[in-house]
């Protein structure tokens, strides 16, 4: 089974919906990263979460870490078609952020 | 500039090549990473250097052969390949923490697309 489950494995939502996307974790977490990446390209750094309870927004993104669900959720705000793409969380296993393990990915289209 | 580059884009080796990719950073990162993704999979980590010094290899077969030859520039060589091997292959980078500790999120290059036929 993978260490860190995603859901759901894809979305469709219209443009202006908002969504949520979950990372869930079979191991401890160090700490938890989200990325953005389109097919066939480079992952491009959303946020990055160390602390238990931390929440970070960034435009109309919103993660937040909860420590002892071992759990991170993506929340995105009135949905565009430029939030299109595969979301990943990442998550360290050795504290020193070296060894990131990927999650399983989720997929999101925006419908006009 | 914020900016990992990859190059080649795209790459078809034959089995018996002996081929390179190349990453190149300019941020002042002192560690950089090899990843390998397959096709609607996640990146899977394949190499990292801490100080052009290779610190973690995660089992990768010997025909792959990770260089770092200065703090900007990171080489996979590669020989002998099979067409399984074919997948993007991610360049990353990182600053380390002064304690030698990566703590910060890594940057990503576009990847390089490598066929092996």
């Known amino acids: 089974s993978q260490e860190l489950e995603q859901s759901p494995q894809s979305l469709i939502v219209q443009e202006g919906k908002n969504l949520t996307i979950n990372c869930t974790s079979s191991k401890t977490l160090y700490g938890l990263y989200w990325y953005k990446q389109k097919y066939g390209e480079g992952l491009i750094f959303l946020m990055m979460l160390q602390k238990g309870g931390e929440e970070k927004s960034h435009e109309k993104i919103t993660a937040k870490l909860d420590e002892k669900k071992q759990q991170s959720s993506l929340h995105i705000t009135a949905s565009q078609p430029s939030h299109a793409g595969i979301y990943l969380c990442?998550?360290?296993?050795?504290?020193?952020?070296?060894?990131?393990?990927f999650g399983t990915g989720t997929r999101l289209q925006v419908t006009l | 500039d914020t900016e990992v580059t990859q190059t080649p884009k795209h790459l078809v080796m034959g089995m018996t090549n002996k081929k390179s990719l190349k990453c190149e950073q300019h941020m002042g990162h002192r560690a950089m990473y090899w990843y390998k993704q397959k096709a609607k999979k996640p990146p899977e980590l394949m190499f990292v250097?801490?100080?052009?010094?290779?610190?973690i290899n995660e089992s990768v077969p010997s025909r792959f052969s990770p260089e770092c030859p200065n703090s900007s520039l990171l080489n996979l060589h590669l020989h002998a390949l099979q067409p399984e091997d074919s997948a993007l292959y991610l360049c990353a980078s990182s600053p380390l923490s002064s304690g030698g500790r990566a703590v910060y999120e890594q940057y990503f290059g576009p990847g390089t697309r490598l066929t092996v036929t």
């Open positions: 250097y801490s100080y052009e010094k290779l610190s």
């Open positions: 990442g998550a360290d296993r050795s504290g020193t952020a070296s060894k990131l393990t």
